[in-house]
């Protein structure tokens, strides 16, 4: 007879399932934490639940489901009846963090939780899910964009992700070279923000769309760098681009088919100027096809939410290359995106 401890060891390939069934359980029990403000109220203090739900307007009971929930996640603790943040809530789930990555779980919480209750639809259909959902159709930016509120929620979500990989997408390559970066939907500029932190010979520019600018501007003025990068107005499949001898595209690529890709790329190699290079930045799938799990599940969010998907360096290499590009390498960052550089020799 086996000792009594081994009778208890969970069945491996069992508990990968449940890890599935709780998984959707998990992500929207730290997204409602987030949306009700209990990571920023415990930063100003350890309190019991009566006190929690009392500020926050929940129900006690109920409340104390949702902050044991967050205690066995490992974002909370609890000692003596008092709850407190973690580290990792400290850091990543309280708004006003400097590493907050709340703007992109309350994007999450709010439209593409709502959209990927229709993946299979789209797995059928092969489209995005705006209709189904919300009742019209848009371009893959009019939803983001539809109120001042949402708009800056969503460029605050794209930040909290840029913040932890814009310094290690410029230090991939050397970029001491260069002298102008572009960077070419850039939203809050944390691209060129971090290029110009690292290259001190660099100047910058953000060029995206006019109802952009107000907020690019007030996120390279808190970075110090007004002086040095400046907002460009404009749309960039349809609008000349600004000079410069790099230009940067941060998670823009994905959003797109590949005729919109060709055609943004030539665009781009045309006005660089000889030795200029193009600074890409998405999440890489593996040649193989097996991976990494964040790359794919990024890639259905794309077929949810866009036109476009993810790629491997192979396809990527094969569109800059059939652009003119005549050099193309890659590095996988270990970060939520890894980087390119294509350049025109």
Same mark, same amino acid.
């Given at each position: ?13 069992? &508990? ?8 959707? #359980? ?39 489901? !949702?902050?044991? @929930? ?16 973690? @580290?990792? +809530?400290?850091?990543? !789930? ?6 907050? !990555? ?15 209750? *229709? ?17 019209? %159709? ?12 949402? %708009? ?14 814009? $310094? ?16 070419? =939907?850039?939203?809050? =500029? *944390? ?9 001190? &010979? ?24 007004? =002086? ?45 100027? $000889? ?7 998405? %999440?890489?799938?593996?040649?193989? #096809? ?31 290359? +059939?652009?003119?590009?005549? @050099?193309? #390498? ?5 970060? $939520? ?6 350049? %025109?020799?």
């Amino acid at each position: 007879m086996p000792p009594q401890n081994e009778l208890h060891n969970p069945d491996p390939e069992a &508990q990968l399932v449940f890890d599935f069934l709780d998984g959707f #359980r998990a992500s929207k029990a730290v997204f409602t934490a987030v949306s009700l403000g209990v990571f920023d109220r415990l930063h100003r203090g350890p309190a019991a639940c009566e006190e929690l739900a009392g500020e926050l307007h929940c129900n006690t009971s109920a409340l104390e489901r !949702l902050l044991g @929930s967050c205690v066995a996640l490992g974002v909370l603790e609890i000692d003596r009846n008092q709850y407190r943040n973690r @580290s990792v +809530a400290t850091r990543f !789930l309280r708004v006003e963090s400097p590493e907050t !990555l709340s703007g992109y779980i309350l994007y999450s919480d709010r439209v593409q939780y709502r959209l990927w209750a *229709h993946l299979g639809d789209a797995v059928r259909e092969g489209t995005n899910r705006w209709e189904q959902e919300f009742g019209r %159709k848009e371009q893959i930016f009019d939803h983001f964009f539809a109120t001042d509120q949402e %708009k800056r929620a969503f460029l605050a979500a794209m930040h909290g992700m840029g913040v932890m990989s814009s $310094p290690v997408a410029v230090a991939a390559f050397d970029l001491g070279r260069f002298s102008r970066l572009v960077d070419l =939907g850039g939203g809050t =500029g *944390h691209l060129v923000i971090e290029a110009c932190k690292r290259y001190p &010979q660099m100047r910058g520019a953000i060029f995206d769309l006019p109802s952009v600018g107000a907020v690019s501007t007030e996120y390279v003025a808190q970075a110090g760098l007004t =002086g040095r990068i400046d907002i460009l107005q404009g749309d960039f499949f349809a609008d000349e681009l600004p000079p410069a001898d790099l230009y940067g595209l941060g998670r823009v690529l994905h959003d797109w088919t590949d005729e919109k890709i060709a055609n943004l790329l030539e665009k781009i190699y045309r006005r660089l100027p $000889p030795n200029g290079g193009l600074l890409i930045c998405e %999440k890489l799938l593996s040649e193989e #096809r097996d991976g990494p799990a964040t790359g794919y599940l990024q890639s259905l969010n794309m077929l949810i939410m866009t036109e476009g998907r993810e790629r491997s360096p192979s396809e990527y290499e094969a569109l800059t290359r +059939a652009a003119g590009f005549s @050099s193309f #390498r890659f590095h996988r960052t270990g970060q $939520p995106v890894d980087v390119m550089l294509a350049e %025109k020799l």
